[in-house]
């Protein structure tokens, strides 16, 4: 999602939940990133690994609940 940044206007932030068996660091995410995308901004500036996403009645994403989390 993208967040409110006072120099660059917005910036990314990945909220992620890794597949059962598969552990990572929001660090190890973050290299992993830098090394799939060719453009910096592309890379989200932090990662935070979720144990389960927040969902709607409907099974979607909760996106409004996420920004909450996020205090916006």
């Known amino acids: 999602m993208g967040l409110p940044d006072e120099m660059l206007r917005q910036v990314i932030i990945a909220c992620?939940?890794?597949?059962?068996?598969?552990?990572?660091s929001s660090e190890e995410l973050i290299v992993h990133c830098n090394e799939k995308f060719?453009?910096?901004?592309?890379v989200p500036k932090c990662v935070e690994v979720l144990s389960d996403l927040p969902k709607t009645t409907s099974d979607k994403v909760d996106d409004p609940a996420l920004r909450r989390r996020e205090g916006l």
Not at 38 to 42: A, D
């Open 16 to 24: 992620v939940v890794c597949r059962t068996g598969i552990t990572a």
């Open 38 to 42: 060719s453009h910096y901004y592309m």
